[in-house]
């Protein structure tokens, strides 16, 4: 009889201690598991807390392709189809070339314009009877009441945010922008005294496919010389927020309507 309950015994702590390996191994693999994931977590958060630090102009979120808005426009200014955007740029260059150069005007070009497609027109029309055929079918051109209506509601609604932007800045809330947009002002204006209104929406054409290009290619070399570049900016503006900006009096302005 001892000798079955020590052997019973025996059987039992045997058990036990399997029971105790198989728990040990089902708890040490749910730690690994838990382990793993707390670690995935982690990286996928320190990724994403590096991805959100890293800095960007303007404080971009989205590629350069969806910044400029996407579709024909963009593409064009990106180079996605290089024959598209070479011939757009060939064009304006060709107006350009036109008109500043040789000197050209607008009013003539138009009637030289008008004058040989009339004269084409009207002696394919006449010569149609002669080489038996058919004259050509001129569209009937008629501008819809709705386009218009549509293009003067869109240019009414610019104009009204344009009318509050300057009222917003003029109101004396934002010092800052009020200074930016000044000193934009400025700028513009001595670039209006170096070139004419042509040449200078010429060269805004060419930065628009050329600059993106270029960013886009480059974007973080340029977006760490720029957070460089803004960080000086901000402590030069602190500094002249201290002794200057600080010392004169700000009041609001009154609401008024303008017509």
Not at 192 to 200: Q, R
Not at 239 to 255: Q, R, T
């Amino acid at each position: 009889m001892a000798d079955n309950a020590s052997e019973h015994e025996k059987h039992e702590s045997a058990a036990e201690s399997l029971i105790d390996k198989i728990t040990e191994k089902f708890h040490g693999s749910d730690s690994s598991s838990s382990d793993s994931d707390d670690d995935d977590k982690g990286i996928k958060s320190a990724a994403s807390s590096a991805k959100a630090k890293i800095y960007r102009l303007f404080g971009r979120e989205q590629p350069v392709h969806k910044v400029l808005g996407g579709g024909k426009p963009a593409d064009i200014f990106l180079w996605r189809d290089k024959k598209v955007s070479a011939g757009v740029l060939g064009f304006a260059t060709a107006i350009w070339v036109l008109f500043e150069l040789i000197e050209y005007h607008l009013l003539s070009l138009v009637c030289h314009i008008l004058i040989l497609g009339l004269a084409i027109i009207f002696l394919w029309s006449n010569a149609s009877s002669f080489i038996n055929k058919s004259p050509p079918k001129i569209p009937e051109v008629v501008v819809r009441e709705d386009i218009v209506i549509g293009v003067a509601n869109a240019l009414r609604i610019e104009f009204n945010r344009a009318f509050a932007i300057l009222r917003d800045i003029v109101s004396g809330k934002d010092l800052k922008k009020f200074l930016a947009v000044i000193a934009g002002l400025w700028v513009l204006s001595m670039l209006g005294s170096c070139f004419n209104f042509l040449t200078l929406f010429y060269i805004c054409f060419v930065l628009l496919h050329t600059v993106p290009l270029l960013y886009e290619k480059y974007d973080d070399q340029i977006d760490a010389f720029a957070e460089k570049a803004e960080a000086e900016l901000k402590k030069q503006y602190a500094v002249f927020d201290a002794k200057v900006l600080s010392k004169i009096p700000k009041g609001p302005l009154k609401d008024k309507k303008f017509l």
